[in-house]
């Protein structure tokens, strides 16, 4: 994997130079970042596939299996993702556009979004009929078992995955008083617990749908991005049996991001690349270096665990590739490592003062944990310990059935009150990365979440009232809320138990002078007396 990951490097720093490309200055640390830190370390070499002569590209793809995603001499493609039915077939919704068009590939925004089928997962995908008109294709099952195909500023409907008319529709959006950021575009969908849907648009805000086409509602103030510099689009959310994941590409810098959260709202980044030029490599080590990978999606597996991720990839800068040229796109698939299956077996919370961990590594088809795992190079931990070689050591094994249980030194571990998804980090006999989360007992997977909107003054009553509504999957727990207009305080009311969605009004009875519709406002909520949430509104 080292050498993999030098390769990868140097056709990052060796391709052309141009104002698409920016050097991102990696942050120190990253350089003792352990094997199976990175999300990237999650790639898998490419099944063998087919190779061809006088096909299209620059010199760095030449290499490249054209049996893999979906590829056509006189097609230029864009985005997708797949979707299985029930006969184990795969459907790949992706758009595309004649490569002989007078704008080249910026004739995208003409594009035509394509239902291509295959029986392999990584392709070849061939096209059996078209949808309509549209671009950044991301397709979704509903509840019902409709399926939901998005593009920008739409949605085409249909019954099945393999109806030939669809029905094309509008989402509808409500901000709920608060900025949208960088357009509604670009946007990327999670099923929820409950059959509801979690979407993140491009600029990084959360919005949630009861039912996926019903309205969407804004829960964020700002993106949830990492805080860093860049240039994001292409964001791509999923939820798995633990925990939600999201992946953002800097565009501009050529690196993306990977994030983990309970909640889908409140996130924390793990350190490393997600993906970056390279991640196409073959079982021989040979790298499709292709100049640009985005929209990436997953396929996941019963479990909900990523097994694959499909890109969008060009062989060089998009306003270099013009009609009948030797240049163009296509959609790739990359396998994933899914990861183990790890729950904590611990009933009490885990603290500074727990001596040891038992982890539980579930036996699956094809993995047998208990003559599979190297478990003296395991680690488990806090994500912060463990991508740097350290966290807990194993001090003993014991049998579960067909399972492993590991039972660890819980010194190190780095494990706080806010730990959702502890992870371990290790080796298979053979070699191979291992790594998982771990699900903790005592933590609720379907918490509360509180939202509110832009408190209201009205001057006749003299009364500021506040729309408050509980948007996560849980009932929330009895809280208190505070009103700050202008950096002063409003005062303080209790909030009553709140089902999920449902909804409440407070009313405050402020100074007249401190209150007024234009104002700035912070919604703050307390349990307990600690602050476990804030929402901002800017001034009208």
């Known amino acids: 994997m080292k050498k993999l990951f030098f390769l990868m490097a140097a056709s990052f720093l060796f391709a052309p130079v141009h104002a698409q490309i920016t050097e991102r200055e990696r942050p120190a640390e990253w350089q003792h970042l352990v094997k199976g830190a990175r999300f990237m370390d ?9 190779q061809a ?21 006189g097609v230029s493609f864009w985005g997708g993702n797949i979707l299985q039915d029930t006969e184990g077939k795969y459907h790949l919704f992706v758009c595309g556009w004649p490569e002989n068009s007078p704008k080249g590939h910026m004739f995208w925004s003409n594009s035509t979004v394509f239902h291509a089928v295959s029986d392999r997962l990584t392709g070849p995908f061939k096209i059996r009929n078209s949808i309509g008109k549209g671009h950044n294709p991301e397709a979704f099952r509903l509840s019902d078992g409709r399926i939901v195909v998005y593009v920008i500023d739409g949605y085409y409907i249909a019954d099945r995955v393999d109806d030939k008319v669809w029905t094309y529709g509008k989402f509808s959006f409500d901000p709920r008083d608060r900025k949208i950021i960088e357009g509604l575009s670009n946007l990327t969908f999670a099923r929820r617990q409950d059959g509801s849907y979690l979407m993140v648009c491009r600029g990084g805000g959360v919005w949630i749908s009861k039912d996926g086409l019903s309205p969407y509602k804004q829960l964020t103030d700002k993106r949830v991005y990492p805080d860093v510099e860049g240039r994001f689009e292409d964001p791509v959310v999923w939820r798995d049996d633990l925990q939600y994941h999201l992946i953002v590409n800097d565009w501009l810098g050529r690196i993306a991001f990977y994030q983990r959260s ?12 997600a993906y970056m030029p390279g991640v196409s490599f073959h079982k021989d080590g040979t790298v499709e270096r292709w100049f640009k990978y985005e929209r990436p999606k ?5 479990k909900g665990r990523a097994v694959q991720m499909s890109f969008a990839v060009i062989d060089t800068i998009k306003w270099n590739d013009l009609p009948n040229d030797k240049h163009s796109s296509k959609n790739i698939s ?13 009933e009490k919370e885990i603290t500074p003062s727990t001596r040891t961990i038992e982890v539980k590594i579930a036996a699956e088809e094809g993995f047998h944990p208990q003559t599979d795992v190297d478990v003296k190079s ?32 819980a010194e190190g571990s780095g494990i706080t009150s806010g730990e959702f998804a502890p992870k371990m980090i290790g080796k298979h006999r053979n070699g191979n990365m291992l790594y998982g989360y771990a699900r903790l007992p005592y933590v609720n997977y379907r918490p509360a979440l509180l939202s509110a909107r832009r408190p209201v003054f009205d001057k006749e009553k003299g009364e500021l009232k506040v729309e408050i509504q509980n948007f996560g999957l849980s009932a929330s727990e009895p809280a208190e809320v505070e009103v700050i207009c202008g950096g002063h305080s409003l005062g303080r009311m209790t909030l009553k138990t709140l089902q999920p969605y449902e909804v409440e009004y407070l009313a405050f009875s402020p100074d007249a002078a401190l209150a007024d519709d234009k104002s700035s406002y912070e919604v703050v909520f307390f349990y307990e007396g600690k602050e476990v949430e804030r929402n901002r509104f800017g001034k009208d």
């Open 298 to 302: 997953v396929f996941q597996d019963e």
């Open 334 to 346: 990359v396998p994933l490592n899914k990861g183990m299956l790890l729950s904590v077996l611990n």
């Open 53 to 73: 002569k006088g096909i299209w590209g620059t010199d760095s793809v030449l290499n490249r299996y054209v049996d893999n995603g979906i590829e056509l001499p």
């Open 42 to 50: 999650r790639f898998l070499p490419m099944p063998d596939g087919i």
């Open 378 to 409: 395991l680690r488990f931990g806090s994500f912060t310990e463990v991508n740097f070689g350290r966290g807990c050591k194993p001090v003993k094994t014991k049998v579960s059935g067909e399972d492993l249980i590991v039972v660890f030194n």
């Open 262 to 273: 309970k909640d889908g709202v409140h996130w924390v980044t793990e350190q490393g690349e």
